[in-house]
């Protein structure tokens, strides 16, 4: 199975970038397609963004499709996601999510592992 540790959360005001990092270890991070959730305070987790197992085919949610940048790099067992002009809405916990096909899917449970997430707090 593959670990996933979360990293780049803090504390931002509206309008500033953060980048999110998630590093796996333990199988091929290229054999697994992976997407970012987040959790809002008093809120169900939702669908953020998802790659496939290049990197070359992604998906992101409508919320944050014009701020928000999906990627990876499989040489570094690594996925980012780029958030440009953060919103208070944006304020979550972020997770990285990873299955064992090389296709991604917006589906929470379509999931198999899960890293324990990272704080992102937007103030306006």
């Known amino acids: 199975q593959v670990q996933l540790v979360e990293s780049g959360g803090g504390l931002v005001q509206g309008g500033d970038s953060l980048r999110l990092s998630c590093v796996a270890s333990?199988?091929?991070?290229?054999?697994?397609?992976a997407a970012w959730f987040r959790q809002a305070p008093g809120k169900q987790r939702e669908f953020v963004a998802a790659?496939?197992?290049?990197?070359?085919?992604?998906y992101h949610a409508d919320s944050v499709k014009d701020r928000f940048i999906i990627s990876r790099d499989n040489t570094k067992n690594t996925m980012y996601l780029q958030m440009n002009n953060l919103q208070p809405e944006d304020t979550a916990v972020y997770y990285c999510?990873?299955?064992?096909?090389?296709?991604?899917?917006?589906?929470?449970?379509?999931?198999?592992?899960w890293g324990l997430g990272t704080q992102v707090t937007v103030s306006s």
């Open positions: 999510a990873a299955r064992p096909r090389i296709y991604y899917s917006t589906e929470e449970g379509e999931y198999d592992y």
């Open positions: 333990g199988r091929t991070f290229s054999d697994y397609s």
């Open positions: 790659c496939n197992w290049s990197g070359f085919s992604s």
